[in-house]
C-alpha cells in the first residue's frame, strides 16, 4: 500500500504584558533570576521566566512551554562559527530524552533509568551525580525504553520522577535526597518517564503505563515535604458512586462501565505521561491525557454487539484543571473512542493572537492523530484543526462540532478487520517538543509519517503481570524477501516542519531521511536547533528552513536543546542518544536504509569558537546470523509468534529483527539451547539488565516456541543475506 503525502506543522506566543517588571522579579544580575541570591526558585521566578535569558529554569523555558529564547549572539551571521565547547558521557547505553535545566552557571540533567547529574554551565566540569537505583527489571513495565525527559526546580530543590513511581526531591547544590514519595502502585505497571512541573510551591506529576492496563491519574505534591495535596483521575472507575466528582460521572456515560467494574486488569488507560501547561493569569493548568488501555475500544468498552462503542472520556483529551485543588474546569476531546494509541499527550503550547480579527487566547497542539489543533484556552471550544501529516484514518474535523470526520474503514474497534492506518500508533507527532519563534510567528514541528496495521488479536485477555495489554497483534510475520518490509519503510518519512498556526498551513518543510528526529529549539538570533536520526545536529534559518550548520554527533539525537549564558557568553546544549520507541521498534535492516543508528549517550555543549573534539565513534559491531536449524513445527511456530508480538515485540522489535538500542535476539547466544533461553525468559538471570521474568505469563512451551519463532526468523534472514550476496558476485 502505498500513502499520499502531505506536510505541515503549528505556532504561538504568549503575552508577557501580565508580568512584573523584570528586574522586580529577578533583580539586576543574571544569578538573580535563578536564585542566586541565596532564596532558590520562587513563584515569581517561574511566572517571569521570559525575562531571564540567562538561564532555563524550567522544562518549556516558560509556563506557556514556547521553548524560545531570546538569546541571538549566536544568529544566522555567527552560528557557522558554532563549534563544541565541551562534552561529557553518560554512564547509560539507552536513549537520552531531557532537557536540561540551567541556573546560575550550573546545568542539571536526568538520563537513562532516572539517574541524574550536575556539572559547571561553562567548563563541564562534574559536581555531583546522584543515582536513584531503580531495579533492572522496572523495565518491563517501560512502554518505550528506560528513558526520562527532565526536572523540576523550585526552592533550592530539584524534583524528579523515577521510572519505578516514585517523586524525589533533590538539595540543588549537592544532589542529597530531601525527601521520596511513592506516587504509584507498585503491584501495577506504571512508570514515570515525564518531568514535573511546579505551580506555587505544588510538583505534579502524571504517569505511563496505559499499554499494561493501569488508571491514567495526575497528583500534586508539596515541594516542601513531598505530602499528596490532590490527585485527578482522567478516567472512571468500574463503580462511580453519588461522592464521585461530576466530571468521572460525565465520564462514565461514556463508557461500559460493566467492562470496567469486572476487570481491574483493563484499567481504561488515559495516563498523563508527558505534557502539561500553565496560564497564570486564568490559572489553568493544561494536561494532556492518553490513550486507551487496551487500545482496542472492542475489549475496553463494547456495546451489545460486541463492537467497540462511546466517546470514552478523558482519553485522548486535553483537561484543564485548577493547580491548587485539582478542580475539572474543561475538556476537549482530540479523538474521540479512541482505539488506535492517537494520545494527546503531545507537547501543548499556549499563546495570545488575532484569529479572524480577533484577539485570543489561545492553546495550540499537534497529537498523534495528525491534525494540529488551536483551542480557546479559556473556555476549551474549538477553533480550527488542520492536517500537518499525511493521514487517512479521517477526512478532517467538522467546524461546528470539533470532532473527527472518520474513515468507517480504519475503525477497526467497528469492523474487527485489520486495516492499515496512516498515521499509526507512534503518532505524526510524538513527545519530541516543538518551538515557537515570536519573530516568526510560526511553530516548528517534529513531524514523521509512519503507517501501521492494526490487526485485532482473537479472544484477546489483558495479563496483568507483563506484557503488552492492547487488543491487537503485534507480531505481523516479515516474509524473508523484504516485501512488507519494504513496503513498510516506504511509508516512513521525517520532516521538520514550520507551521503557521493563524492560516492553519505549513510555510516550509524540511526533509529527513527518516523518523524520530530530536525536539526543537527556536531563538532570537534566527534559528532553529534540531538533531536527527540520522547522527546530525543542525541549525536552520527559522524564516526559510535552509541548513546553515551541521555537527556529526556520532548518535541519533532525540532530545530537545536548551540555550543560555554564563558570564554573557551564549552557549547551545542538547543530549545525544539513540532510544524511545521507535528506536526499539525499528526494523535496522531495512527501515534506516543506511548504517545503523548506534547509541552514544552524552551531552553535547556548544559555543562560538568552540574548538573541543569528540572521541572516535566506536565500531558497531555485529554478530553474524548464524542461527541453529529450524526443526519446530509449523504449529509451535505460529504459537511463538502470537505470544513473541504479546510479550517480546515492543522491545525487540516486530519480526523479531532488532534495534542497535537491545540485543537482536535472532544473535542471541541463549538461542542455540532451550535451557539457556528458558533461564533467560523464565529464570530471569538478567532481570538487572531489564529483562524481568515472565514467569506465570508464560508457559515453558510457550517460551519454547517463541525461541522456535525467532530461529525461523533468523533462518529466513539469513537466507535472504545470502541471496544477496550471490546476486553481487
Same mark, same amino acid.
Given at each position: 500500500?502505498?500513502?499520499?503525502?502531505?506536510?505541515?506543522?503549528?505556532?504561538?506566543?504568549?503575552?508577557?504584558?501580565?508580568?512584573?517588571?523584570?528586574?522586580?522579579?529577578?533583580?539586576?544580575?543574571?544569578?538573580?533570576?535563578?536564585?542566586?541570591?541565596?532564596?532558590?526558585?520562587?513563584?515569581?521566578?517561574?511566572?517571569?521566566?521570559?525575562?531571564?535569558?540567562?538561564?532555563?529554569?524550567?522544562?518549556?523555558?516558560?509556563?506557556?512551554?514556547?521553548?524560545?529564547?531570546?538569546?541571538?549572539?549566536?544568529?544566522?551571521?555567527?552560528?557557522?562559527?558554532?563549534?563544541?565547547?565541551?562534552?561529557?558521557?553518560?554512564?547509560?547505553?539507552?536513549?537520552?530524552?531531557?532537557?536540561?535545566?540551567?541556573?546560575?552557571?550550573?546545568?542539571?540533567?536526568?538520563?537513562?533509568?532516572?539517574?541524574?547529574?550536575?556539572?559547571?554551565?561553562?567548563?563541564?566540569?562534574?559536581?555531583?551525580?546522584?543515582?536513584?537505583?531503580?531495579?533492572?527489571?522496572?523495565?518491563?513495565?517501560?512502554?518505550?525504553?528506560?528513558?526520562?525527559?527532565?526536572?523540576?526546580?523550585?526552592?533550592?530543590?530539584?524534583?524528579?520522577?523515577?521510572?519505578?513511581?516514585?517523586?524525589?526531591?533533590?538539595?540543588?547544590?549537592?544532589?542529597?535526597?530531601?525527601?521520596?514519595?511513592?506516587?504509584?502502585?507498585?503491584?501495577?505497571?506504571?512508570?514515570?518517564?515525564?518531568?514535573?512541573?511546579?505551580?506555587?510551591?505544588?510538583?505534579?506529576?502524571?504517569?505511563?503505563?496505559?499499554?499494561?492496563?493501569?488508571?491514567?491519574?495526575?497528583?500534586?505534591?508539596?515541594?516542601?515535604?513531598?505530602?499528596?495535596?490532590?490527585?485527578?483521575?482522567?478516567?472512571?472507575?468500574?463503580?462511580?458512586?453519588?461522592?464521585?466528582?461530576?466530571?468521572?460521572?460525565?465520564?462514565?456515560?461514556?463508557?461500559?462501565?460493566?467492562?470496567?467494574?469486572?476487570?481491574?486488569?483493563?484499567?481504561?488507560?488515559?495516563?498523563?505521561?508527558?505534557?502539561?501547561?500553565?496560564?497564570?493569569?486564568?490559572?489553568?493548568?493544561?494536561?494532556?491525557?492518553?490513550?486507551?488501555?487496551?487500545?482496542?475500544?472492542?475489549?475496553?468498552?463494547?456495546?451489545?454487539?460486541?463492537?467497540?462503542?462511546?466517546?470514552?472520556?478523558?482519553?485522548?483529551?486535553?483537561?484543564?484543571?485548577?493547580?491548587?485543588?485539582?478542580?475539572?474546569?474543561?475538556?476537549?476531546?482530540?479523538?474521540?473512542?479512541?482505539?488506535?494509541?492517537?494520545?494527546?499527550?503531545?507537547?501543548?503550547?499556549?499563546?495570545?493572537?488575532?484569529?479572524?480579527?480577533?484577539?485570543?487566547?489561545?492553546?495550540?497542539?499537534?497529537?498523534?492523530?495528525?491534525?494540529?489543533?488551536?483551542?480557546?484556552?479559556?473556555?476549551?471550544?474549538?477553533?480550527?484543526?488542520?492536517?500537518?501529516?499525511?493521514?487517512?484514518?479521517?477526512?478532517?474535523?467538522?467546524?461546528?462540532?470539533?470532532?473527527?470526520?472518520?474513515?468507517?474503514?480504519?475503525?477497526?474497534?467497528?469492523?474487527?478487520?485489520?486495516?492499515?492506518?496512516?498515521?499509526?500508533?507512534?503518532?505524526?507527532?510524538?513527545?519530541?517538543?516543538?518551538?515557537?519563534?515570536?519573530?516568526?510567528?510560526?511553530?516548528?514541528?517534529?513531524?514523521?509519517?509512519?503507517?501501521?496495521?492494526?490487526?485485532?488479536?482473537?479472544?484477546?485477555?489483558?495479563?496483568?503481570?507483563?506484557?503488552?495489554?492492547?487488543?491487537?497483534?503485534?507480531?505481523?510475520?516479515?516474509?524473508?524477501?523484504?516485501?512488507?518490509?519494504?513496503?513498510?519503510?516506504?511509508?516512513?518519512?521525517?520532516?521538520?516542519?514550520?507551521? +503557521? =498556526?493563524?492560516?492553519? /498551513? #505549513?510555510?516550509?518543510? %524540511?526533509?529527513?531521511? &527518516?523518523?524520530?528526529?530530536? $525536539?526543537?529549539?527556536?531563538?532570537?538570533?534566527?534559528?532553529?536547533?534540531?538533531?536527527?536520526?540520522?547522527?546530525?545536529?543542525?541549525?536552520?534559518?527559522?524564516?526559510?528552513?535552509?541548513?546553515?550548520?551541521?555537527?556529526?554527533?556520532?548518535?541519533?539525537?532525540?532530545?530537545?536543546?536548551?540555550?543560555?549564558?554564563?558570564?554573557?557568553?551564549?552557549?547551545?546544549?542538547?543530549?545525544?542518544?539513540?532510544?524511545?520507541?521507535?528506536?526499539?521498534?525499528?526494523?535496522?535492516?531495512?527501515?534506516?536504509?543506511?548504517?545503523?543508528?548506534?547509541?552514544?549517550?552524552?551531552?553535547?555543549?556548544?559555543?562560538?569558537?568552540?574548538?573541543?573534539?569528540?572521541?572516535?565513534?566506536?565500531?558497531?559491531?555485529?554478530?553474524?546470523? +548464524? =542461527?541453529?536449524?529450524? /526443526? #519446530?513445527?509449523?504449529? %509451535?511456530?505460529?504459537? &511463538?509468534?502470537?505470544?513473541? $508480538?504479546?510479550?517480546?515485540?515492543?522491545?525487540?522489535?516486530?519480526?523479531?529483527?532488532?534495534?542497535?538500542?537491545?540485543?537482536?535476539?535472532?544473535?542471541?547466544?541463549?538461542?542455540?539451547?532451550?535451557?539457556?533461553?528458558?533461564?533467560?525468559?523464565?529464570?530471569?538471570?538478567?532481570?538487572?539488565?531489564?529483562?524481568?521474568?515472565?514467569?506465570?505469563?508464560?508457559?515453558?512451551?510457550?517460551?519454547?516456541?517463541?525461541?522456535?519463532?525467532?530461529?525461523?526468523?533468523?533462518?529466513?534472514?539469513?537466507?535472504?543475506?545470502?541471496?544477496?550476496?550471490?546476486?553481487?558476485?
Amino acid at each position: 500500500m502505498t500513502f499520499k503525502r502531505w506536510a505541515a506543522g503549528a505556532a504561538l506566543l504568549l503575552s508577557a504584558g501580565t508580568l512584573a517588571n523584570c528586574s522586580q522579579i529577578f533583580g539586576e544580575s543574571e544569578s538573580a533570576g535563578a536564585g542566586g541570591s541565596g532564596e532558590g526558585i520562587t513563584t515569581a521566578m517561574l511566572v517571569g521566566a521570559d525575562g531571564d535569558s540567562a538561564n532555563w529554569i524550567s522544562h518549556g523555558r516558560t509556563y506557556s512551554e514556547q521553548r524560545f529564547s531570546p538569546l541571538d549572539s549566536i544568529n544566522r551571521d555567527t552560528v557557522g562559527q558554532l563549534g563544541l565547547a565541551w562534552s561529557a558521557d553518560m554512564d547509560t547505553g539507552r536513549g537520552q530524552e531531557a532537557t536540561p535545566l540551567v541556573m546560575d552557571g550550573k546545568l542539571y540533567l536526568t538520563t537513562a533509568w532516572s539517574k541524574v547529574k550536575a556539572f559547571d554551565a561553562a567548563t563541564g566540569a562534574k559536581l555531583w551525580e546522584y543515582d536513584p537505583k531503580v531495579p533492572g527489571e522496572t523495565a518491563v513495565k517501560a512502554c518505550c525504553d528506560v528513558v526520562n525527559r527532565g526536572l523540576a526546580a523550585y526552592g533550592d530543590k530539584l524534583f524528579l520522577g523515577t521510572l519505578d513511581g516514585r517523586l524525589i526531591a533533590l538539595d540543588r547544590d549537592t544532589g542529597a535526597v530531601a525527601w521520596t514519595t511513592q506516587t504509584v502502585p507498585t503491584d501495577k505497571s506504571y512508570t514515570i518517564t515525564g518531568a514535573p512541573r511546579v505551580i506555587d510551591g505544588k510538583v505534579i506529576i502524571g504517569n505511563g503505563g496505559a499499554e499494561f492496563g493501569v488508571r491514567g491519574f495526575v497528583a500534586a505534591y508539596s515541594a516542601d515535604d513531598g505530602k499528596q495535596l490532590w490527585k485527578f483521575y482522567t478516567v472512571p472507575e468500574g463503580d462511580e458512586g453519588d461522592d464521585a466528582p461530576a466530571y468521572l460521572k460525565k465520564a462514565a456515560e461514556t463508557w461500559n462501565m460493566d467492562v470496567l467494574a469486572a476487570n481491574d486488569a483493563i484499567g481504561g488507560g488515559g495516563t498523563v505521561w508527558d505534557s502539561m501547561a500553565y496560564d497564570p493569569d486564568l490559572d489553568l493548568l493544561y494536561i494532556g491525557v492518553g490513550n486507551g488501555s487496551p487500545w482496542n475500544r472492542a475489549y475496553r468498552s463494547p456495546g451489545k454487539d460486541g463492537k467497540g462503542q462511546g466517546d470514552n472520556l478523558y482519553l485522548s483529551s486535553i483537561v484543564a484543571i485548577r493547580p491548587k485543588t485539582g478542580e475539572y474546569v474543561w475538556h476537549y476531546q482530540t479523538t474521540p473512542g479512541e482505539t488506535w494509541d492517537f494520545t494527546a499527550t503531545q507537547h501543548i503550547m499556549l499563546a495570545d493572537m488575532t484569529i479572524d480579527g480577533k484577539p485570543r487566547k489561545v492553546l495550540m497542539q499537534a497529537p498523534k492523530n495528525g491534525f494540529f489543533y488551536v483551542i480557546d484556552r479559556e473556555t476549551g471550544k474549538f477553533i480550527s484543526a488542520k492536517p500537518y501529516v499525511g493521514l487517512n484514518w479521517a477526512t478532517g474535523v467538522d467546524p461546528k462540532t470539533g470532532r473527527p470526520i472518520e474513515n468507517p474503514e480504519t475503525r477497526v474497534d467497528q469492523t474487527g478487520k485489520p486495516a492499515m492506518v496512516l498515521p499509526g500508533a507512534l503518532g505524526g507527532h510524538n513527545w519530541h517538543p516543538m518551538a515557537y519563534s515570536p519573530k516568526e510567528n510560526l511553530v516548528y514541528i517534529p513531524a514523521f509519517e509512519a503507517g501501521m496495521m492494526y490487526a485485532p488479536e482473537a479472544n484477546w485477555k489483558p495479563d496483568r503481570a507483563r506484557g503488552f495489554n492492547v487488543g491487537f497483534s503485534l507480531a505481523g510475520e516479515l516474509p524473508a524477501d523484504g516485501g512488507i518490509r519494504k513496503q513498510a519503510a516506504g511509508t516512513l518519512r521525517g520532516m521538520l516542519v514550520a507551521w +503557521d =498556526p493563524v492560516a492553519q /498551513k #505549513a510555510r516550509w518543510t %524540511v526533509e529527513h531521511p &527518516g523518523p524520530w528526529n530530536g $525536539g526543537l529549539l527556536a531563538t532570537g538570533g534566527g534559528l532553529v536547533f534540531q538533531g536527527t536520526a540520522g547522527s546530525e545536529f543542525n541549525a536552520y534559518d527559522a524564516s526559510n528552513g535552509k541548513k546553515l550548520w551541521s555537527f556529526a554527533a556520532q548518535t541519533g539525537v532525540v532530545a530537545p536543546p536548551v540555550t543560555y549564558t554564563v558570564d554573557g557568553e551564549q552557549y547551545v546544549a542538547v543530549l545525544a542518544g539513540w532510544g524511545g520507541a521507535y528506536a526499539l521498534s525499528v526494523d535496522g535492516d531495512l527501515i534506516n536504509r543506511k548504517a545503523p543508528v548506534r547509541n552514544v549517550s552524552r551531552l553535547l555543549v556548544f559555543k562560538i569558537g568552540g574548538t573541543a573534539k569528540l572521541p572516535a565513534p566506536p565500531a558497531l559491531a555485529e554478530l553474524p546470523l +548464524d =542461527p541453529p536449524p529450524s /526443526k #519446530a513445527s509449523a504449529e %509451535v511456530i505460529a504459537l &511463538g509468534q502470537v505470544k513473541y $508480538g504479546r510479550y517480546c515485540a515492543v522491545c525487540h522489535a516486530p519480526g523479531a529483527v532488532g534495534s542497535t538500542v537491545l540485543p537482536d535476539l535472532r544473535r542471541a547466544g541463549a538461542l542455540e539451547s532451550a535451557q539457556a533461553w528458558n533461564a533467560v525468559v523464565e529464570g530471569g538471570i538478567l532481570k538487572d539488565s531489564g529483562m524481568a521474568s515472565f514467569k506465570g505469563s508464560l508457559s515453558k512451551d510457550e517460551i519454547e516456541a517463541i525461541r522456535a519463532y525467532v530461529i525461523k526468523r533468523a533462518n529466513d534472514d539469513k537466507a535472504l543475506e545470502a541471496g544477496k550476496r550471490v546476486a553481487r558476485r
